[in-house]
Nanobody, 124 residues
């Protein structure tokens, strides 16, 4: 049984920072795609920052330069450091991970496993 649990969400003002963490059980980060997605009401879930199955990091253009994804192999956790947050970053943030390599080349995860999500609210 794979379980992903996000933590670290909260309410901040524009310009401030937050760090999200995803802890995994029944799963080990490192072999396949893993990363962070977010969703706002009425919109599809979108990829924000991922580490693909080849170890390459991909960021959405809206967060590149502000967000940093990292992995702590010893702790088996995945983190997302979010700096200079903007109101447009307000969303539920999800941790995702795959259980196999993709059949075709692509930047984003297939989405085999998901966390419950953590709310991030940024006010101006």
């Amino acid at each position: 049984q794979v379980q992903l649990v996000e933590s670290g969400g909260g309410s901040v003002q524009a310009g401030e920072s937050l760090t999200l963490s995803c802890a995994a059980s029944g799963y080990t980060f490192g072999a396949y795609c893993r990363g962070w997605y977010r969703q706002v009401p009425g919109k599809e879930r979108e990829g924000i920052a991922v580490i693909d199955s080849n170890g390459r990091i991909h960021y959405a253009g809206s967060v590149e330069g502000r967000f940093t994804i990292s992995q702590d192999s010893a702790a088996n956790t995945l983190s997302l450091q979010m700096n200079n947050l903007e109101p447009e970053d307000t969303a539920v943030y999800y941790c995702a991970a795959d259980s196999r390599r993709p059949f075709a080349f692509g930047a984003w995860c297939l989405g085999h496993h998901w966390g419950q999500g953590t709310q991030v609210t940024v006010s101006s």
